[in-house]
Nanobody, 124 residues
Framework: QVQLQESGGGLVQAGGSLRLSCVAS????????MGWFRQAPGKEREFVAA????????EYADSAKGRFTISRDNAKNTVYLQMNSLKPEDTAVYYC?????????????????WGQGTQVTVSS
């Protein structure tokens, strides 16, 4: 079993940056595909980015391409989401998630483990 804990959220002005971190417990972090999702009030949870076991493959939602970067450090059991050029519509609770298999990585039901989320608020 994997336990996930996000951090790094906060309040930032439009155009600013934040880096989210997600630390995983256990010794098998490198066995999991990691994803970031977000959920705004009244909306469904949506895919943001995913990264393969070694970090060689990454995928992004269209809304994240060119602005967000997902990365991982398996030695530290940590996955990151660097968010630049933030917009008010990026405001949401951001969750990290883990699954054994690559795909369908955009489908939140594919993921087995979830963190509790970290709030990101972007002011205009």
């Amino acid at each position: 079993q994997v336990q996930l804990q996000e951090s790094g959220g906060g309040l930032v002005q439009a155009g600013g940056s934040l880096r989210l971190s997600c630390v995983a417990s256990g010794r098998t972090f490198s066995s999991y595909v990691m994803g970031w999702f977000r959920q705004a009030p009244g909306k469904e949870r949506e895919f943001v980015a995913a990264i393969s076991w070694s970090g060689n493959n990454t995928e992004y939602a269209d809304s994240a391409k060119g602005r967000f970067t997902i990365s991982r450090d398996n030695a530290k059991n940590t996955v990151y989401l660097q968010m630049n050029s933030l917009k008010p519509e990026d405001t949401a609770v951001y969750y990290c998630a883990a699954e054994r298999d690559w795909g369908p990585y955009v489908d939140y039901t594919s993921y087995d483990y979830w963190g509790q989320g970290t709030q990101v608020t972007v002011s205009s």
